[in-house]
């Protein structure tokens, strides 16, 4: 029986290297317990054939995007942990500066993906919008002129592709989450300034939490009662021990719980466990593709 709170967004999606011939059926979104929206169905790969013609024109990066303050919000209850809790590290002054990560919106309603730069034929496409319902961006690793290549939310963990500049808006984020493995700990930082510091529950040795560079995908409301806490933040990483899960291609999230001893243990099926107060913070001030590194 799976640990509640454990591996929480699966979404079915097959990709075929080469262009749909026609529209598939829409992969249903489940979770370990809970839908985290109720009959919730979306297609994340587009048909070929549905592709819109597209300008060979770059789009310049434009400033970051606005974002609430990182403080605490009261639009929804907060369940602060009981104080058997694992305590907090205090946090830090800053970490390691690193430059602006570089992000792109999609902004077509239908985007082609291209195996390589320059390609004349896409391998496949993605709608503008993820399966959970949030508007798709997703993190750039290089951007060469009309060419926008991407992190893409598909396995194996860091996957990329290429976009047309003209398909996305680029803009940069000076946010970056980092979850260490090794002391169970996830600081959020801005601009090398630390915002947050906090335990973090992992996943446990034989459902270990994947490491590498990540993205936000979305950042979603949960019910309480599914264990998962009030809020998720999904990303884009898949679990490296669960192939399928309840059919779908098991993605990892970071995301409350209702076994406050777990925040700071590795027990996890795979996602990052917070307690509820710092979990609460992050939803309010992280934007869709801030960076995750899991190390």
Not at 45 to 64: M, N, Q, R, S
Not at 149 to 172: C, E, I, K, M
Request: with cysteine; proline share 13%; glycine share 8%.
């Amino acid at each position: 029986m799976p640990l509640v709170a454990s591996l929480v967004v699966a979404a079915a999606v097959a990709v075929d290297p080469h262009p749909f011939a026609g529209p598939e059926d829409p992969p249903t979104l489940a979770l370990a317990s809970e839908p985290l929206i109720s009959g919730a169905t979306a297609t994340t790969i587009a048909p070929a054939a549905t592709i819109p013609a597209t300008k060979d024109t770059a789009a310049a990066p434009v400033p970051e995007p606005a974002r609430p303050a990182p403080t605490a919000s009261t639009a929804a209850p907060v369940v602060v942990p009981p104080p058997s809790s694992p305590a907090r590290p205090a946090p830090t002054a800053s970490v390691p500066p690193t430059p602006p990560a570089t992000v792109a919106r999609f902004v077509s309603a239908v985007v082609p993906v291209y195996s390589h730069e320059g390609d004349t034929r896409a391998a496949f496409s993605l709608y503008a919008t993820t399966e959970l319902g949030t508007a798709r961006t997703v993190l750039a690793a290089a951007v060469h002129g009309d060419w926008v290549q991407v992190l893409l939310p598909l396995r194996p963990n860091g996957s990329t592709g290429w976009v047309r500049a003209a398909d996305v808006q680029l803009s940069t984020v000076s946010d970056r989450i980092d979850v260490d493995l090794a002391t169970r700990t996830l600081t959020w930082s801005r601009a090398g300034a630390v915002l947050l510091q906090t335990a973090a529950g992992t996943g446990a040795p034989a459902t270990p939490t994947p490491t590498g560079t990540f993205y936000v995908t979305d950042v979603l409301p949960s019910d309480p009662a599914a264990g998962r806490g009030l809020w998720v933040l999904a990303l884009n990483g898949h679990s490296d021990a669960y192939t399928t899960f309840e059919g779908g291609d098991a993605r990892i999230a970071i995301h409350g719980t209702s076994d406050p001893a777990s925040v700071g243990a590795a027990r996890s099926n795979g996602c990052v466990r917070l307690a509820a107060a710092p979990l609460d913070q992050l939803r309010v001030g992280v934007l869709p593709g801030t960076p995750v590194v899991i190390h």
